[in-house]
């Protein structure tokens, strides 16, 4: 899967905003899509009338990330899937592209696959060199955080919280349970159900939040995310079981489903169940 960094809102815009100021800047310094003969004006001028242009084809990528952004909230995306969606971005200005060139007077005549083709190399640079740019960047800044959240929390590295405390969509506090009895979140669209252990008894919470905002909080404990829609405290997890229809963890509170495993998370969540299993044996 990409990482989550790449399609967080902040980054989106930023792919955005350097993506049309690229664009911009590579139509008037190389002239492509046979946008010299757009306009006979001056280089100032050309400036300011391609700019529209410019800005609509962008649109194209407006549109496409905010499409990808909401699929991702229920789709994990691929790197496959996301060369794809890259793809189908380039196709798309490039039509746009052709048939604005070819619409021009000066064009008449213009062989349309010739001008799809030339369309399609020049989007291809106008995104992808942005795209590989900003990638490498949004990694190196992302590592750069991690680096300075290990630096910051060493001193306290072994000291697990006593409590977790859960706070809604405008952060006002409405749950704290000791981090022994909390069993699992699950996701039930914009609300958290909080599964949890009180007085021998196994009880359930109601939050309005979403289980993305709440996972950045368990960072160095026991809880990790399984599956799309469960974040589950390994410490309460006492059998990874492998069956035909996939792998499921169960809890050791009585009553309580087993926890589905996602193809996407085995990997991590036998990682972790081998870690937790090794501390508690200590």
Request: aromatic share 16%.
């Amino acid at each position: 899967m990409i990482p989550s960094y790449i399609n967080s809102k902040r980054n989106i815009f930023r792919l955005v905003f350097f993506t049309a100021a690229f664009a911009l800047a590579f139509i008037n310094i190389y002239k492509p899509f046979g946008s010299n003969k757009w306009y006979d004006v001056s280089d100032f001028k050309f400036f300011l009338y391609s700019a529209p242009i410019i800005l609509t084809g962008v649109l194209v990528v407006v549109i496409s990330r905010v499409i990808m952004y909401y699929f991702s909230k229920k789709n994990p995306v691929s790197y496959v899937k996301y060369f794809m969606w890259v793809l189908i971005e380039i196709v798309c200005m490039s039509l746009f592209y052709t048939i604005y060139t070819l619409s021009l007077s000066v064009n008449d005549g213009k062989d349309i696959v010739a001008t799809f083709k030339s369309s399609t190399v020049n989007t291809a640079l106008v995104l992808l060199l942005p795209y590989i740019t900003l990638w490498f960047y949004f990694g190196w800044e992302e590592s750069k955080k991690k680096l300075e959240n290990i630096e910051q929390s060493e001193p306290e590295e072994e000291n697990l919280p006593n409590n977790y405390s859960f706070t809604d969509e405008k952060g006002i506090l409405r749950l704290s349970v000791q981090s022994r009895e909390l069993l699992y979140l699950e996701s039930d669209d914009n609300y958290v159900v909080i599964h949890y252990a009180a007085n021998g008894k196994v009880k359930r919470y109601l939050l309005r939040n979403t289980l993305k905002n709440l996972e950045s909080q368990f960072a160095d404990t026991p809880v990790e995310r399984c599956h799309r829609s469960f974040l589950v405290n390994f410490g309460r997890v006492k059998v990874m079981r492998r069956e035909r229809d996939g792998l499921f963890l169960e809890l050791d509170a009585e009553g309580e489903k087993d926890i589905p495993v996602s193809k996407s998370y085995r990997d991590k969540v036998g990682e972790k169940f081998m870690s937790q299993s090794f501390k508690s044996q200590k």
